[in-house]
């Protein structure tokens, strides 16, 4: 049973607060954007973006300033020179995002060796620390949600066309090439965002999860859009609440949640809830 004094006294504490807030926003822009990278086979992508990630933040320590700062730019300045590396190449992308993130991965290692030491930790890096978000922070979450929101509501059908058929989607006007290069900035911003909450290696499973179990709850796209948010915001909530009741480490808490949410999604869509054989979403409008 849940002792509800102990859990009256970690929601009673500032930085709980602050970071059920922050779970909630970030979980809810993982599944938000999550949603569209899993139907355009881009988890993948952001799981080389979380990767690589930590190269951005090595640079920030050997440069002396806040990795945060250097992160944002580093990741959208990344995923831009890799969509170009990607679209240029005849190899497959997925051995290429291999090459890339396995690459910068060593390299940040390697760096990380040079460094005589540095007080955040290697632990918080690879596995988030989420409780030391600040108000800054929250802003800049609650922000970049808003812009994501705004982006797909806005360009809602040009999302649709471009899920089909990429091809079809450029014959009746859509600038593919925009929306496919203001989307991957978009999804590496989240990225370096959310890798304080979860770290760098759990950052994939942050934005495929939640949407991976909505898409097997929806059918519609809006729909599975906004289902795979709730659920991402949901779960990161719960997570966080699970780790500040068990002392335990709060990016593979939340994690763990998600994966139960999946769990659950997956058993729902493969029993009586299940009405086609197909759990693709319709992306009709």
């Not at 988030?128 to 797909?152: H, K």
């Not at 779960?235 to 480490?249: D, K, M």
């Not at 593979?252 to 299940?274: C, D, E, H, W």
């Amino acid at each position: 049973m849940v002792d509800t004094q102990a859990l009256a006294l970690v929601l009673a504490e500032p930085f709980m607060q602050r970071a059920l807030i922050g779970g909630l926003l970030t979980g809810a822009l993982g599944g938000l954007l999550g949603s569209v990278a899993v139907l355009r086979q881009l988890s993948f992508f952001s799981d080389a973006l979380g990767h690589s990630a930590l190269l951005g933040i090595t640079l920030g320590i050997l440069m002396g300033v806040n990795p945060t700062l250097v992160l944002i730019p580093f990741a959208v300045v990344f995923a831009i020179l890799v969509n170009q590396l990607v679209e240029r190449s005849s190899l497959p992308t997925d051995a290429l995002l291999n090459i890339v993130y396995s690459t910068s991965l060593a390299a940040a290692i390697l760096f990380l060796s040079l460094v005589e030491s540095y007080r955040g930790g290697i632990r918080q890096l690879l596995f988030g620390d989420i409780l030391g978000v600040s108000t800054l922070d929250l802003i800049v979450i609650g922000m970049l949600l808003a812009a994501a929101l705004i982006y797909l509501c806005l360009s809602l059908r040009a999302q649709v066309l471009l899920t089909l058929n990429q091809e079809l989607a450029g014959a009746v006007g859509v600038q593919t090439r925009w929306h496919r290069l203001a989307f991957i900035v978009l999804l590496a911003v989240v990225v370096a965002v959310s890798i304080k909450a979860v770290g760098v290696l759990l950052i994939s499973a942050f934005v495929v999860i939640p949407a991976c179990a909505g898409r097997l709850l929806c059918r519609r796209f809006p729909l599975y859009i906004f289902v795979s948010s709730i659920l991402g915001g949901t779960c990161a909530l719960l997570g966080l609440l699970a780790s500040g009741l068990t002392n335990l480490p709060s990016g593979p808490s939340v994690v763990m949640v998600q994966f139960l949410g999946f769990l659950i999604a997956l058993v729902l869509s493969s029993g009586i809830f299940r009405r086609t054989s197909s759990t693709a979403p319709d992306p009709q409008l």
